[in-house]
């Protein structure tokens, strides 16, 4: 017994001496980071001037002066880019999953040339995203632009559309810019999982005569359900902090401007790098709010399906 | 569990999409350098930012080259991105962390009170050459009693218009946006019933940036409603000419010109102008060159003139732009770079790009030589508005110039987009500005 504890105790020891150099630099290159920015945020440093910096307590998040509400939490153009975020990642996420799986049985079914085609499915995700957005926007310019041409010949449409620029279309282009963007991802991540299934399920709902459907949402649903919840965990949070893709087709519309692309404006071309960075610091704790939300569903939904 | 690795191995794959920022190794500069025959002073590269709006790149590397034949220094060149609004961003990024990348800056007439910390005194370098610039533009250009830019060229709003349609259908250039509204619709849509379906009335700059500032910054003045902020710092958005102005401007969208617009840089408007598919544009002086190249459709169907005024009581005005070249405190050679920056705007150099690329010089005589005047048969009338110039209001509002912009432009871009009415976008502006400059104190 005593030797066997020794073992444990030694093979902790080796865990964290592996670990160790991860550990660094995960603080290094991230916690560091993200700790100046939650100190910045704390001051009014300017861009300009960062080294006469001063401590103004919650001053960036909310204040009351001269007779009026200032700070990010009274920004109505905060909240507004709250709302979009969310919108923007419920949406593309939803679309992209339920896609995603489609693409991944297709794919995962047997025939000729399989491996071609799952190559030539994950060509939009590696193409970098500044690209692809700026492909997408001269495929969207109004005048000239591709799919209003399409749409115009095939009659579908009577005169072109401003897509970037209406209120009612600039989100849903996006949105549909990075469905067809990352909907590879997830279909790659979803075959990934359907590959691990045991093959024995199958044949004895085979045996039995079950309906494909049944099948899918009793047997391969389940199943897939902890590599799903992966998949989307990582995507959800890729899509509340996007930044690139709403940048680069509407810039600083206010639209369609998220989170990171307000914390960038008042960062960058505001100068205001301690407003900027409580801005920042409030995109991370809606990220984790979301993220502890999603994960606590989760669980309480898994558990719920392991009782029955 | 292979899953687990493959997902690691997905995520391990992530950054790979990162840019390549690798610089070229400096070791051909040294070797050519070495190679030379008897330098007096070993050359030094410096690298100089072009704009990329219509010829900017290929006239400034004409000069940068022509200095560094002159010199027997290098120049490197950088484009900077077209919109000044995300140039200024690139900038301010570069020269918060103190890169030494670039040595000389093109910079923008509102961007000194921004970026000025940023660049060296350049008196000492120019022996009074300033003094044959626009005064206003060097005052302008000199904060804190330094020169922190030297002007390259200015700039103002003017209407191009189709001389072949108006005459066409027999009609005047307009001198009032009313009289624009109506010619712009009368033309657009005979001319559609007449089989050109895509042919619009009017384009401008309509995307929420900085030339919306100075396409709406022109309404607005043409109507007497001033320039959003006055010289005292007091915020003077709220009028009536104010509302006009943007109501008339909205009443555009759609009827006159397609809703992409709102959507526009100066490139993308003079694409629709240039292919022959609008009858009036409000654009910056570059375009008359490029409208009268040999591949232009529309070439010597071309006017200029001064931008209409705001009703019959109004004023003919036109946005001051304009560039300046700064040079980098942080630049490892500021002496050549300043040399470099003294050359470029030296009288033969502003002669070249006034005649070549229709840029307007910053130097007073040069609108009297009989070379620029024959190539740019307008500048007369331009300078003539010079005296009702509408300045945006970089100097009042300082350092926060680039925030009063960005309120500005969001407020007419949702009007314009008719997400909300003039008076209550105004409004809204006013209060936010009034916030922003704690009640004029900036």
Redo the contacts between chains.
């Keep these: 017994m005593a030797g066997a504890s020794r073992l444990s105790r030694r093979r902790t020891r080796a865990a964290w001496v592996f670990l160790a150099p991860m550990l660094v630099l995960l603080s290094l290159v991230a916690l560091w980071p993200l700790a100046r920015t939650i100190f910045y945020g704390f001051t009014d440093a300017n861009l300009l001037h960062m080294q006469d910096a001063e401590g103004v307590g919650f001053a960036n998040y909310l204040s009351h002066e001269g007779g009026r509400w200032r700070g990010v939490l009274a920004d109505p153009l905060w909240w507004q880019s709250v709302a979009n975020t969310l919108e923007f990642a419920v949406i593309s996420v939803t679309i992209e999953t339920v896609l995603g799986f489609v693409i991944a049985l297709v794919l995962h079914t047997s025939f000729r040339l399989r491996g071609l085609v799952r190559a030539a499915v994950l060509v939009p995700w590696a193409i970098p995203t500044v690209v692809s957005a700026k492909m997408w926007s001269w495929m969207l310019n109004d005048q000239f632009g591709l799919v209003n041409s399409v749409l115009l010949r095939l009659g579908i449409i009577a005169q072109p559309y401003a897509w970037m620029v209406d209120a009612d279309l600039a989100m849903k282009a996006v949105i549909a810019v990075d469905v067809w963007k990352t909907t590879p991802f997830m279909a790659l991540l979803i075959l990934a999982a359907l590959q691990m299934l045991p093959t024995e399920c199958y044949e004895a709902a085979r045996i039995d005569g079950i309906h494909p459907v049944h099948v899918f949402f009793r047997v391969t649903l389940p199943l897939v359900r902890p590599a799903l919840m992966v998949a989307v965990i990582f995507r959800f949070m890729d899509a509340l902090r996007v930044f690139d893709l709403i940048y680069v087709l509407t810039s600083n519309s206010e639209q369609t401007m998220t989170m990171s692309v307000y914390a960038r404006q008042h960062l960058v071309e505001f100068q205001e790098v301690g407003y900027g960075s409580a801005a920042a610091t409030l995109l991370f704790m809606v990220v984790a709010a979301c993220v502890g939300l999603y994960l606590t569903i989760g669980r309480v939904r898994l558990q719920a399906g392991e009782e029955a | 569990?292979?899953?687990w690795k493959?997902?690691c191995a997905?995520?391990l794959l992530l950054p790979g999409?990162k840019?390549d920022e690798a610089q070229p190794a400096p070791n051909g500069t040294v070797s050519s350098a070495l190679s030379a025959t008897a330098p007096a002073k070993e050359k030094v590269t410096i690298s100089l930012s072009c704009g990329s709006v219509g010829k900017d790149f290929e006239m400034c590397k004409a000069g940068g080259d022509a200095w560094a034949k002159k010199t027997g220094n290098e120049v490197k060149y950088a484009s900077t991105p077209t919109?000044s609004?995300?140039a200024?961003?690139l900038y301010?990024?570069l020269?918060?962390a103190g890169a030494t990348d670039i040595d000389v800056f093109q910079i923008d007439v509102v961007w000194p009170g921004?970026?000025g910390?940023?660049f060296i005194d350049l008196k000492p370098y120019t022996k009074g050459a300033e003094k044959e610039h626009f005064p206003a533009i060097i005052a302008n250009n000199t904060r804190k009693g330094r020169l922190v830019a030297m002007p390259l060229s200015t700039d103002a709003g003017i209407l191009y218009y189709r001389k072949d349609l108006l005459d066409k259908y027999h009609e005047s250039v307009p001198d009032t946006w009313e009289q624009l509204t109506a010619t712009a619709k009368k033309i657009q849509d005979a001319e559609r019933k007449a089989g050109s379906a895509?042919l619009w009335g009017y384009v401008f700059q309509g995307?929420?940036?900085e030339g919306l500032s100075c396409n709406a910054i022109e309404w607005v003045k043409s109507y007497d409603g001033g320039t959003i902020v006055d010289d005292s710092g007091k915020v003077t958005i709220n009028n009536p000419g104010a509302k006009k102005a943007l109501e008339t401007a909205a009443s555009w969208i759609g009827a006159i010109s397609?809703?992409?617009a709102?959507?526009y840089t100066e490139e993308?408007s003079r694409?629709?102008f240039q292919s022959g598919?609008a009858v009036f544009m409000r654009n910056w002086p570059y375009a008359w060159a490029l409208s009268q190249g040999n591949d232009s459709p529309i070439k010597g169907k071309v006017g200029v003139g001064p931008l209409p005024k705001g009703g019959e009581n109004g004023h003919h005005t036109g946005a001051l732009g304009g560039w300046q070249l700064g040079v980098s405190k942080f630049s490892k050679h500021p002496e050549v770079a300043a040399d470099l920056v003294v050359f470029l705007t030296s009288m033969e150099e502003q002669k070249r790009h006034a005649i070549d690329a229709s840029k307007l010089p910053t130097i007073v005589s040069l609108y009297k030589d009989p070379d620029v005047t024959k190539a740019n048969p307008f500048f007369a009338d331009v300078v003539a508005t010079f005296n009702d110039a509408a300045a945006r209001p970089s100097t009042p509002t300082g350092?926060?110039y680039?925030?009063v912009s960005?309120e500005f432009f969001?407020a007419v871009?949702?009007t314009l987009?008719g997400?909300k009415p003039a008076e209550a976008s105004l409004k809204s502006l006013d209060d936010k500005l009034k916030?922003l400059g704690?009640?004029g104190a900036w």
């Design positions: 569990m292979n899953r493959f997902l997905l995520a999409c840019k919109s609004s995300e200024l961003a301010q990024q020269l918060a921004i970026l910390d940023f895509d995307k929420a940036y397609p809703k992409g709102l959507s993308e694409g629709v598919k350092g926060k680039n925030q960005s969001n871009h949702a987009a997400e916030a704690h009640d």
